[in-house]
């Protein structure tokens, strides 16, 4: 299954000077979990990540470095592409 996920930190917590949020917000190296694409809005501070996994778990294990500095929401989403949705 496909989730998009929204990372959202407080100003304080931005990880662009301590390394960039790859290396602080999030896990990417969780077996079972494919980072799909990443997209970031600088203004708000927010992080949406597409990811792919069948097990909840492994969302759980790539949000935990920022879990004491972020709010996320996890959200399934269809993985179908624009083209397959418009032939339906
Ligand atoms: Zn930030």
Do not use: W
Not at 50 to 59: F, G, L, P, R
Not at 70 to 75: A, D, G, K, L, P
């Amino acid at each position: 299954m496909q989730f998009m996920i929204t990372q959202l930190h407080d100003p304080q917590d931005c990880p662009k000077d301590i390394g960039g949020f790859r290396k602080v917000l999030i896990n990417e190296k969780v077996k079972g979990l494919k980072l799909k694409n990443i997209y970031v809005e600088h203004g708000s501070h927010t992080i949406v990540y597409i990811v792919e996994t069948d097990d909840y778990n492994n969302i759980v294990a790539f949000l935990e470095p920022g879990m004491m500095t972020c709010t996320s929401s996890i959200t399934p989403v269809s993985s179908m592409t624009m083209a397959e949705i418009m032939k339906k």
